[in-house]
């Protein structure tokens, strides 16, 4: 059990010790990405929007979202993202490389779970550039690596549950939200009625939402979250 503060409204902390979490823990407690650092997240759904933020909020440079719909691509600019691409019309790996000017981005986190997003994330990072992965892989996934890229000193690791401590990290963003500098109440895109729990499953399986019509961009403050 972790206690959190009173005042905050349950049907939004309930998203904070998983997806929230989960997404935006790997900024602060695994890479530990610092202000002015690039940032290449590559998919942008519930978890990845948090990854992003999170990004915005420790001061990222250039934040790059990386997914192939376009609606997610519109939300992940909406929680902080600098550049979009689209990676169903172009090369995402040859497009974060252009986007970064340095032949790659410092960190990317991998937010989908299959081997070629895993592989194109650590493939748009630059030398001694760092690739988080945080999607959850089927059973029997294998990735197909050169190894030249590891001599070149680059990271490929992962995150579970964010890498930090939830006794801690919960109440933190919780108190972040209640203060106006996280976003929680535009994580949910839709709201439906248990009756109808089947079809909000169908929905989100079809990665289907309705977007709210009022969203809050914040501007990123380095060091915002300590």
Request: a positive charge; hydrophobic letters at 40%; aromatic letters at 4%.
């Amino acid at each position: 059990m972790i206690p959190i503060r009173k005042d905050a409204p349950l049907d939004l902390a309930c998203l904070v010790s998983c997806g929230v979490l989960a997404g935006a823990g790997p900024v602060f407690n695994r890479a530990k990405v610092p202000p002015g650092a690039s940032v290449a997240v590559f998919g942008c759904g519930g978890v990845g929007l948090n990854t992003i933020q999170a990004a915005r909020m420790v001061g990222a440079g250039k934040i790059i979202a990386v997914d192939v719909n376009p609606q997610k691509l519109t939300w992940a600019e909406e929680f902080g993202a600098t550049h979009a691409v689209d990676a169903s019309k172009e090369d995402p790996v040859a497009r974060v490389h252009a986007i970064s000017g340095m032949g790659g981005v410092d960190f990317a986190f991998e937010v989908v779970g299959t081997q070629k997003t895993i592989e194109q994330a650590l493939a748009s990072t630059h030398r001694g550039g760092t690739c988080v992965v945080v999607g959850v892989s089927p059973a029997g996934t294998r990735l197909s690596i050169d190894p030249g890229m590891l001599l070149q000193q680059r990271v490929l690791t992962g995150t579970s549950f964010g890498g930090g401590h939830q006794r801690t990290d919960v109440p933190l963003l919780l108190d972040l939200f209640m203060d106006g500098k996280y976003q929680l109440k535009e994580l949910v895109s839709r709201r439906l009625p248990l009756a109808e729990l089947n079809h909000a499953f169908d929905l989100m399986k079809q990665g289907r939402g309705e977007a709210q019509r009022h969203r809050v961009r914040i501007a990123a403050t380095p060091g915002r979250y300590a």
